[in-house]
Nanobody, 121 residues
Framework: QVQLVESGGGLVQAGGSLRLSCAASERSTYTMAWFRQYPGKEREVVGL????????WYANSVKGRFTISRDNAKNTMYLQIYSLKPEDTALYYC????????????????WGQGTQVTVSS
């Protein structure tokens, strides 16, 4: 069973940048994704990166500001966020799926505990 641990969250001023990390307990070719969750809302996917080929996909709301990458040698996925906005304030989760086509919350078998990102205006 893959274990995921996020890190890198914190308090940042609007306009700043932040890089989140997601360390996996084992090497895999799983599809990995970042989700975020606002209080009282369902988790929403912000982007994903496939294990085979490394292709990425982003939600329209974050295109151009969020970049996902992975370092397979370190079993780690990253989420680089540029030009942070107050509306980026949320709990960010990483997740992994054995399915190449995983795209929704239900598709992901493994989850991290989440890391809080707070953006001050």
């Amino acid at each position: 069973q893959v274990q995921l641990v996020e890190s890198g969250g914190g308090l940042v001023q609007a306009g700043g940048s932040l890089r989140l990390s997601c360390a996996a307990s084992e090497r895999s070719t799983y599809t990995m994704a970042w989700f975020r969750q606002y209080p009282g809302k369902e988790r929403e996917v912000v982007g994903l990166i496939r294990g085979s080929g490394g292709s990425t996909w982003y939600a329209n709301s974050v295109k151009g500001r969020f970049t996902i990458s992975r370092d397979n040698a370190k079993n780690t996925m990253y989420l680089q966020i540029y030009s942070l906005k107050p509306e980026d304030t949320a709990l960010y989760y990483c997740a992994a799926s054995q399915s190449t086509y995983a795209s929704t919350v239900r598709d992901y078998e493994y989850w991290g505990q989440g890391t809080q990102v707070t953006v001050s205006s």
